[in-house]
């Protein structure tokens, strides 16, 4: 039986604009585009639009972020807020707000600059941007899996040739390749004279092997400073999982271990100072009660600084209770890596940005090809950054085709 989101049919063999890819990118592109009266035709290769959107915030959708301007450009880096610019000027976080609000999709502001839906339904947002194409006109077809791109923009697929004089290739980068984001976009640009990016998974959950770390499994940490040298700093949720360690701290950080070598630094407690640690744990009955942390962590803490949680703090050697607080402050645990493209929510690399239009999203290679969202090498933290940037460039090409 159809659901919401197939959209069954015959393939047209012409348009103005072929979209590959009906994720959020390619699904805002088409609704602008066919506002504009353009003829559009939206393949996607999943039986299913919006995939990735379904699947995102444990279904709930966390859709943009409260962030604007300069700080909203410098959460995607030096040279991806610098890209993203002009894009984000013309679509910004509550102008998707605004739309999704007409389109019946209501939002509110969570914690650390987060929007939901306020139904919680990421299915919701799904909808509710395929409808907004399909009103506007757009042609959506699914189950279309494109083969090949080739040269002239002839969209070769398993039922059959599309030609077009303008294409944009929407198809998302590596992360989550169950949801059908599996490469296929870097092979058909590259081979068109485009630069690749090393693609490496983005936040992802870190594995860390101490087995007293797994044992922690489901602690979470509400606010915790996570960083690595000068390369990232992060003030996040930190999750010990049954491999790791996972949530937005965690997370935000991951991609630097697929680009080198790298030191991971947790901060526990980033209000207390070390001194007022050291003041707290020298006085206290029992050295793991003088942590405002969950038991066990506050246990296991203590072990890495070498002395027993039950330990009074005056008997507790000046040395013991230093490791301790370095234990809290700075612990540096050794991460063997990160858990991959499977359980990545976005893809770093792809797409050379100095090969893309900021303005337009065409490329400056094949005239009349296009590029919008993950594919684009480009991504942003945890917290509704990176559907900001698909919504952005994809409307952006969606004003441009």
């Known amino acids: 039986m159809k659901t919401a989101l197939e959209c069954p049919g015959p393939l047209p063999s012409a348009a103005d604009v072929v979209i590959l890819g009906a994720g959020a990118a390619g699904l805002w592109a088409a609704g602008t585009a066919a506002?504009?009266?353009?003829?559009v035709l939206l393949l996607e290769k999943n039986p299913r639009v919006g995939v990735k959107i379904l699947a995102s915030g444990g279904t709930h959708c966390n859709v943009t972020t409260t962030l604007e301007g300069a700080a909203l450009q410098d959460a995607f880096g030096r040279d991806g807020g610098r890209f993203l610019a002009p894009s984000l000027r013309r679509l910004g976080p509550t102008d998707v707000r605004r739309e999704l609000d007409a389109l019946?999709?209501?939002?509110?502001?969570?914690p650390w600059e987060k929007v939901w839906p306020r139904s919680r339904k990421a299915s919701d947002v799904a909808q509710a941007l395929l409808r907004r194409a399909l009103d506007a006109?757009?042609?959506?077809?699914?189950?279309?899996?494109?083969?090949?791109?080739?040269p002239g923009l002839v969209v070769r697929t398993k039922r059959g040739d599309v030609q077009a004089p303008k294409v944009l290739v929407t198809v998302g980068g590596k992360s989550y390749p169950k949801s059908g984001t599996t490469g296929d976009g870097y092979r058909w640009l590259e081979a068109l004279g485009h630069t690749i990016v090393k693609p490496v998974p983005a936040l992802a959950p870190l594995v860390v092997e101490l087995p007293w770390v797994r044992a922690l499994a489901g602690i979470a940490i509400p606010d915790a400073r996570v960083w690595i040298d000068r390369r990232a700093d992060r003030r996040r949720p930190l999750l010990f999982t049954h491999t790791g360690l996972s949530g937005p701290g965690a997370m935000d950080v991951s991609r630097w271990f697929e680009l080198g070598p790298a030191e991971l630094h947790v901060d526990f407690l980033p209000d207390a100072s070390e001194e007022e640690l050291r003041?707290?744990?020298?006085?206290?009955?029992?050295?793991?009660?003088?942590?405002p942390l969950p038991a066990r962590l506050a246990e296991a803490l203590c072990e890495v600084g070498g002395a027993r949680g039950d330990q009074p703090g005056p008997e507790t050697s000046k040395a013991h209770r230093h490791a301790l607080v370095q234990a809290v402050k700075r612990w540096s645990p050794p991460v063997a890596g990160t858990r991959g493209f499977d359980h990545a929510e976005v893809t770093a690399g792809g797409v050379a940005l100095?090969?893309?239009?900021p303005a337009t999203m065409e490329s400056k290679i094949v005239k009349g090809l296009y590029v919008a969202g993950e594919i684009l090498d480009v991504d942003g933290p945890i917290g509704g950054f990176n559907f900001q940037s698909a919504f952005s460039t994809g409307h952006a090409a969606g004003l441009a085709v």
């Open 35 to 39: 506002a504009r009266g353009r003829n």
């Open 104 to 110: 019946g999709v209501p939002t509110d502001e969570g």
């Open 354 to 357: 100095d090969e893309i239009d």
């Open 279 to 291: 003041t707290a744990i020298a006085s206290a009955r029992r050295i793991a009660r003088a942590l």
């Open 137 to 150: 006109g757009a042609t959506v077809r699914t189950d279309v899996a494109v083969l090949d791109l080739s």
